[in-house]
């Protein structure tokens, strides 16, 4: 895997996570990332070249700054490069077209999947959004990108 599709598999990965093993924490205002054991899992068996990002991000709260450390010292360890080759990596990915057009496109499948949850969700109380966040079945990764895939295709957009 080049180092373009780890970077964008991480941060994919790190999304998904966020998006569907979200864990308020008590004081109903901060959460954190909580994968069920099972699906936790599943991820080590399916998705090895994930697992340090697995293992940083499980339990960790969820705060941007938090997240994109998890992320680039991942992809710092990984890919065994000093901070200043991580720093030069990264600076080449914030010019690189490709690989922003691919984000992009990804934050659009994320933005539209949200906006077809809030409308479900909106509509229910807090009870309600309790008990149906509690047996929403969480997809693993790779259907959940093949979803983005697909979505991707129907709206006339390349990945390749």
């Known amino acids: 895997m080049d ?13 998904w996570a966020r998006y569907f093993c979200f864990e308020e924490t008590e004081d109903g205002v901060n ?3 909580e994968i069920p054991e099972a699906l936790y899992a599943e991820c080590k068996t399916q998705l090895p070249h994930l697992l340090g990002l697995l293992e940083k991000i499980q339990h ?19 890919l065994s ?6 720093e030069h990596f990264l600076h080449e990915m914030s010019l690189n077209a490709d690989f922003n057009r691919k984000l992009n496109m990804f934050y659009g499948f994320v933005q539209d999947e949200a906006d077809k949850d809030s409308k479900t969700e909106d509509s ?14 969480i997809p693993l990764f790779p259907a959940w990108m093949e979803q983005f895939h697909n979505w991707a295709k129907e709206n006339n957009h390349t990945l390749s």
């Open 3 to 15: 180092k373009q599709d780890l970077l964008l598999d991480a941060i994919f990965f790190e999304h």
């Open 31 to 33: 959460a954190t990332i």
């Open 60 to 78: 960790s709260p969820i705060v941007l700054n938090d997240v994109k450390s998890a992320i680039f010292s991942f992809i710092r360890k990984e």
């Open 81 to 86: 490069l000093t901070d200043n080759e991580l």
């Open 124 to 137: 229910m109380s807090d009870k309600e959004y309790k008990t149906y966040r509690a047996k929403k079945e």
